[in-house]
């Protein structure tokens, strides 16, 4: 089992920025690759990020790129989401998880999920 707990999200401005952080306890957390996933009220959960265990490969959906940034220390077993210049549509649920799979975005593929951070956006 691993348990996990996000924190770090809020209201914000467009235009600002928010970092969440996700806090692994549990079975060893450099064995899982991590992703953010985020759910807006009425749509479907949707991939955000995701890190390799080693942080050498990351990967974003197309509407984050060069504005969020995903990244881990396996020390602090913590992976991170840094978030810059938001805009109302990034407004969600983000939740973090684990996984041993071959497929990155899928959510079916991860294994574990925290209790989601609440990010708001306003305009």
């Known amino acids: 089992q691993v348990q996990l707990v996000e924190s770090g999200g809020g209201l914000v401005q467009a235009g600002g920025s928010l970092r969440l952080s996700c806090a692994a306890s549990?079975?060893?957390?450099?064995?899982?690759?991590m992703g953010w996933f985020r759910q807006a009220p009425g749509k479907e959960r949707e991939f955000v990020a995701a890190?390799?265990?080693?942080?050498?490969?990351?990967y974003y959906t197309d509407s984050v790129k060069g504005r969020f940034t995903i990244s881990r220390d396996n020390a602090k077993n913590t992976v991170y989401l840094q978030m810059n210049s938001l805009k109302p549509g990034d407004t969600a649920v983000y939740y973090c998880?684990?996984?041993?799979?071959?497929?990155?975005?899928?959510?079916?593929?991860?294994?574990?999920w925290g209790q989601g951070t609440q990010v708001t956006v306003s305009s």
């Open positions: 998880a684990a996984e041993t799979g071959p497929y990155v975005s899928d959510y079916n593929e991860y294994d574990y």
């Open positions: 549990g079975r060893t957390f450099s064995n899982y690759r």
């Open positions: 890190i390799s265990w080693n942080s050498d490969n990351t």
